[in-house]
């Protein structure tokens, strides 16, 4: 098992920046690729971006593409996502995920088995 707790979400203006982490703990040996999903009120999960843990080949979801940056913290197991350019409809609880194995459809959040508790991003207008 695998367990992940973010931080980092508030409450931030539109145009600003926020930065999420995600500390996993448990077996990490066993993960494959680590990444964001995030689900606003009345919506489906939306993919945000993803990273696999040994490599650097990162993956964007279209609306946060440019504005958004994942990055590792591979020494101590920490995950991170930089939000710069917020606007107002980025407003969601974001998720951090993980998966053991390789999953190509990376867009897919029943492809992961891992999930945190979330954390709340609001931008206001």
């Known amino acids: 098992q695998v367990q992940l707790v973010e931080s980092g979400g508030g409450l931030v203006r539109a145009g600003g920046s926020l930065k999420l982490s995600c500390a996993a703990s448990?077996?990490?040996?066993?993960?494959?690729?680590m990444g964001w999903f995030r689900q606003a009120p009345g919506k489906e999960r939306e993919f945000v971006a993803r990273i696999p843990w040994r490599g650097t080949l990162t993956y964007y979801g279209r609306s946060v593409q440019g504005r958004f940056v994942i990055s590792k913290d591979y020494a101590n197991y920490t995950l991170h996502l930089q939000m710069d350019s917020l606007k107002p409809e980025d407003t969601a609880i974001y998720y951090c995920v993980a998966v053991p194995r390789v999953n190509s459809d990376y867009t897919n959040p029943s492809g992961y088995d891992y999930w945190g508790q979330g954390t709340q991003v609001t931008v206001s207008s």
């Open positions: 448990g077996r990490t040996g066993s993960i494959y690729a």
